[in-house]
């Protein structure tokens, strides 16, 4: 039944965390639970990103450094990929359609994680010039997904289906225009985490709501608080 299970999974191009020849070998427990999150954080930067990516640095620091971690690189290319591209998207295509992009793809890891035990960052340069970063990890006995950093903004937000990312000029009253935009439409704010250098600079607010939001909404929204970056996070089942 278990090697029939795997087949199965094989057959589908989806990951088998017990296959040998899969990513350096037989993925272990420690490193397992990180493979979903990766996904979800691959997700969220190409969401994020405003041009095509061009290279990609998977990093990994933490406890982690000590494990084969192959399999982070392989989970980050799905999760890109997996809203981008109209095929489906598996573990064992990932790496193929990078290639076809031109994408250059490292995997780089150490022992340094000041704040977690461990922390996931994907690190990409895109078509424009411009550099992203998104940033999770995992946290208490019941290892809660959570995105921790969108560049150089430090939050603390668990991972759900719908968030809204947004960057404008802090200043007072903002918070209450998305707010109230928000609720006259029938949309549930579920969490909020908003992060600022200083009064007056660059604040990132990223919001976890309740449902999907329509692209009128969201261009009504981004224009009403002149947003230098609006974007919907809508994640996919992985």
Not at 74 to 92: E, H, P, R
Not at 187 to 209: D, F, Y
Request: zero cysteines.
């Amino acid at each position: 039944m278990s090697v029939a299970r795997s087949v199965r999974l094989a057959l589908g191009g989806d990951l088998v965390p017990d296959a040998v020849n899969v990513a350096g070998g037989v993925i272990d427990p420690y490193v397992r639970p990180g493979i979903p999150l990766v996904e979800k954080l691959g997700q969220i930067f190409s969401a994020l990103a405003q041009s095509p990516l061009t290279s990609l640095d998977v990093e990994v620091h933490g406890e982690l450094n000590d494990y084969d971690v192959s399999v982070l690189k392989l989970a980050a290319l799905k999760g890109i990929f997996t809203n981008v591209v109209s095929d489906t998207v598996s573990y064992v295509n990932a790496p193929l359609l990078a290639e076809q992009r031109g994408v250059a793809v490292r995997l780089l890891k150490d022992e340094v994680s000041e704040e977690y035990r461990n922390i996931i960052t994907l690190r990409g340069a895109l078509s424009d010039g411009a550099q992203l970063a998104v940033s999770g990890t995992l946290t208490g006995p019941k290892q809660v997904e959570k995105l921790v950093a969108i560049n150089e903004h430090a939050i603390e937000l668990p991972i759900e289906k719908h968030h809204v990312v947004m960057m404008y000029t802090d200043r007072p009253g903002i918070v209450a225009v998305y707010g109230q935009k928000f609720g006259e439409a029938g949309i549930n704010i579920a969490g909020m985490q908003i992060a600022r250098e200083a009064a007056g600079a660059q604040a990132l607010s990223v919001l976890t709501l309740d449902s999907p939001v329509s692209d009128e909404l969201l261009a009504d929204i981004s224009a009403a608080i002149d947003a230098d970056l609006f974007r919907q996070v809508e994640l996919t089942e992985v």
